[in-house]
């Protein structure tokens, strides 16, 4: 059997459980193919898998990695959209962290012409998770007010691009003058940090609330972003840095005929509605023409050797990154 060079776990906990070690060579099965891993995106999701606190769904590779890109190696059953060679870039469930991985072919995206691959990889889960969670689940539109929180991370780096885009006015929340600069540049219209200042009567002085919130904090924040949401406002809670556990005043959001949703992309179904599938294919319609000519692009913090993982995470748990990091695993 042959092996590729891959990143695994001995156990859970810091970055130290990270090892460099070979594993099998994956195969494509039905509507798969093998991509030749260029480089691969380090999320969030990772860390906390690395953590054991988000283990990869049923049937999905034990290797971290939600997304890579690189060079389409071989087909799989049924796969007819796409050639070997195709430049491409996508989403998985896991398997992310080797040389090869096996991607769904309705989750792939074609890297637009003149974008190096490393940028290209910290693309496909920032774009599903802003468009799904903006565009398909709030609806957000032109002249509305959006609200991120964590503007400097890669969500929230996209989700301004993406609703300036839309016409939208943009407030983030992050925790330095240098990461709310750096998101102003970005197209960020109101700023503010988060260690000094009220977040709700900032943005309630903007006129009556966000319509609406990106929110990766969950509990720490449910009270307070319900205050800071407009009449018929959307708030999203797409993480739990601040807690699972939290208390939602329902006269409060009622009064304001607000709406509550809570998503991820890792574990939804491949197909069908509400689908990775989907939700990429409606990235690749409306979204992908915008990275193509530039008008959105990734921010990329650092690319980090595959043999040197741990770094990469030791970095993301810093919290010292604007934007995303990835890992260079070969030169395609």
């Known amino acids: 059997m042959e092996h590729v060079r891959a990143i695994e776990l001995n156990g859970f906990g810091g970055p130290e459980v990270m090892a460099l070690t070979d594993a099998p060579d994956p195969v494509p099965g039905h509507g798969e193919v093998l991509v030749e891993v260029a480089a691969a995106g380090v999320n969030r999701a990772d860390l906390m898998q690395r953590q054991g606190l988000y283990p990869p769904p049923p049937g999905a590779s034990e290797l971290m990695g939600l997304e890579v890109s690189g060079v389409i190696a071989e087909l799989g059953d049924g796969v007819s959209d796409w050639r ?3 430049r491409v870039c996508g989403l998985l469930a896991g398997g992310g962290y080797a040389e090869k991985a096996v991607v769904p072919a309705a989750q792939l ?14 693309l496909p889960e920032v774009a599903a998770t802003v468009w799904s969670n903006l565009v398909m689940t709030a609806g957000l539109r ?35 003058a240098d990461k ?19 977040f709700v009567a900032t ?45 939602l005043n ?41 990275v193509a000519d530039g008008s959105v692009v990734p921010v990329i913090h650092a690319e980090v050797p595959l043999a040197e993982a741990a770094e990469a995470h030791r970095l993301m748990d810093s919290g010292d990154v604007f934007g995303k990091v990835v890992l260079r695993v070969q030169e395609l």
């Not at 991370?153 to 885009?165: L, P």
């Not at 750096?182 to 260690?195: K, M, P, S, T």
């Not at 509990?219 to 208390?247: K, P, S, W």
């Open 84 to 86: 070997v060679g195709d």
């Open 109 to 122: 995206l074609p890297v637009p012409e003149g974008l190096d691959l490393g940028a290209a990889a910290g």
């Open 142 to 176: 032109s002249g509305q007010l959006l609200l991120v929180h964590g503007g400097g991370g890669g969500i929230g780096t996209h989700a301004i691009q993406v609703a300036r885009e839309l016409g939208a006015r943009v407030a983030v929340t992050a925790g330095s």
């Open 180 to 198: 709310l600069r750096r998101c102003a540049e970005l197209g960020a219209d109101v700023l503010i940090n988060y260690r000094e200042d009220d």
């Open 203 to 247: 943005v309630r002085a903007e006129g009556s609330g966000a319509d609406v919130i990106l929110d990766n904090m969950g509990a720490a924040y449910l009270a307070r972003n319900v205050d800071a949401l407009a009449d018929f406002g959307h708030l999203v809670v797409i993480g739990m840095q601040g807690g699972v556990n939290g208390e």
């Open 250 to 290: 329902i006269g409060a959001l009622l009064r304001k005929w607000g709406t509550v949703h809570a998503t991820n992309v890792r574990s939804r179904p491949a197909t069908g509605h509400g689908s990775k599938a989907e939700i990429i294919a409606e990235v690749r319609r409306h979204l992908w023409p915008l």
